[in-house]
């Protein structure tokens, strides 16, 4: 059965999506590909995708993602070009995964260990607050 | 390797790094895929039928609203399939088919009952949270094996 792959790059990654998808096009994979401005959609056959998707993340393992989706590439159902517009129902999700990706491609590059995170500020407790009322109203 | 449900179903960092980690992560776009790529597609355009709220019966009421027994008719079997799960509370945007509040509360509710392991964790916001976050994960995943 075939599948549809996203493969999106960091925002901090070198390698960009036209180089992914000149890498696909000169592969013997038989798959079809369309470069997005995030990264590529590919579809193709699961064996021959899954063997493409550790090609493409050799280029920067900690880089390069992936992500599964349920159209295939140009899809009149979701394709932009052919509903008048707009950004398509899944990009919003990507779109605000996305500004994470260079921190977690840094963290997946890292092999040091993790260091102690600082604990974020608490709201101030309700007892706390209704004291300091009644100490300013007195 | 493990079948590992991710919330939220739609999320690719987190379907990534189970997937690196050798792992199957269990999410809705192949859900979606099985009914939008079918032979027969016998509701045009997205092939969903009223047997989808029918589905949804299994894991929510008559009198629920029908887009919460939809999204559980694609949602609830991958939660029965699944072994392990990876939840983040509050990405404080979720969209498409993870948008539905209670649909999500329904997800989370039946993944914490089904007993089996649950990382719970949420978003990063800077480099040190960051990587405490695919430590945690990474850690997670390696006791499944």
Known sequence: ???????????????????????????????????TCFGVVINGEEDVINALIKEIRALDPAGIFFKDRGFPPGDPRRCRGRRGGGARPGFY??????????????????????????????????????????EDLS | MAKVIVYPPTSMILSDLVDRMGHKALVVPEAVRKLVTANEIDSPPLNVTP??????????????PSGV????SLIGPIIEEAEAAI???DPGW???????????????LLIRTKGIPVLDLSYPTNDPEARAFVQKIKTFLEALK
């Open chain 2, 94 to 108: 979720l969209t498409g088919c993870a948008g539905c509040s209670r649909t999500n509360e329904l997800v989370r």
């Open chain 1, 93 to 134: 999700m990507i779109e605000s995964e996305s500004k994470m990706l260079p921190m977690i491609s840094r963290a997946l590059a890292s092999e040091g260990g993790v260091s102690e995170i600082p604990e974020k500020k608490k709201p101030l407790a309700i007892k706390r607050l209704e004291e300091i009322i009644k």
């Open chain 1, 1 to 35: 059965m075939p599948v549809t792959k996203y493969v999106i790059t960091s925002p901090e990654s070198n390698v960009l999506p036209s180089d992914i998808a000149m890498k696909i096009y000169g592969s013997k994979y038989d798959v079809t590909v369309k470069e």
């Open chain 2, 51 to 64: 047997e989808e709220p029918k589905k949804g019966l299994r894991y929510a009421a008559v009198d629920v």
């Open chain 2, 69 to 72: 027994r939809g999204r559980m």
């Open chain 2, 87 to 89: 939840i983040v509370e």
